[in-house]
């Protein structure tokens, strides 16, 4: 029996709405207040940014299928996603508050970075994911452009503490990769995935 719907266990406005341009129906699967959803996220010693982003996925998805069960929900499969920013093996997560934020976007400024968002999707009984890799080279960034963009208040809650569909792009010079995919949800991989599992995209 092919589902007709698939759990976005993701808090991300950004994701619901690329999930929404696929055409495909989904429901919330938000954690539960107990939920430690934001120590999913803590970086291994020596971990390389792929590694990172991929088990760390796998470990929301382990969350959100344990939640699904303990809720006694519909079965249908789950869909996560975590997206990171990488300079070198340099992880950049999301920003602890404006001063972390600064911080990061001085050290992303004048250079090229990589954006990798790992995606997942999975049931009790099978799960399958998928890994896309961006470039991103922002312009030079003067101190007090930076403060401003941070002043805005939207690096907070975001990887590398920029959002490539905000007012971050007046300062981006060159994509190479899925634009969706830095938005946090990479349209193709997550097509595929969800074709694997009898969705019709």
Known sequence: MKPDFVYL??????RRQLLEQLGVRHELLLPD????????????RGESPTAYVQRVTQLKL?????????????????LCSDTTVALGRTIYGKPADAADAR?????????THRVLTAVAVGTSRRRA?????????????????????????EPMGKAGAYAVQGRA?????????????????????????LSSFGFKI
Do not use: C
């Open 9 to 14: 266990a993701s808090q991300s406005p950004r």
């Open 33 to 44: 207040p107990h939920e430690d959803a934001e120590g999913l996220e803590v970086v291994l």
């Open 62 to 78: 382990d969350a959100a299928l344990a939640r699904l069960q303990r809720r006694g929900l519909p079965v249908a499969p789950v």
């Open 103 to 111: 911080r990061m976007l001085g050290e992303l400024a004048g250079r």
């Open 129 to 153: 994911q998928a890994l896309s890799v961006s470039q991103v080279r922002f312009a030079p960034m003067s101190r007090p452009q930076i403060a401003a963009y941070v002043a805005g208040g």
């Open 169 to 193: 792009a007046a300062h981006i010079v060159h994509i190479a990769g899925s634009y969706s995919g830095i938005m946090g949800l990479p349209m193709y991989e997550t097509a595929q995935l």
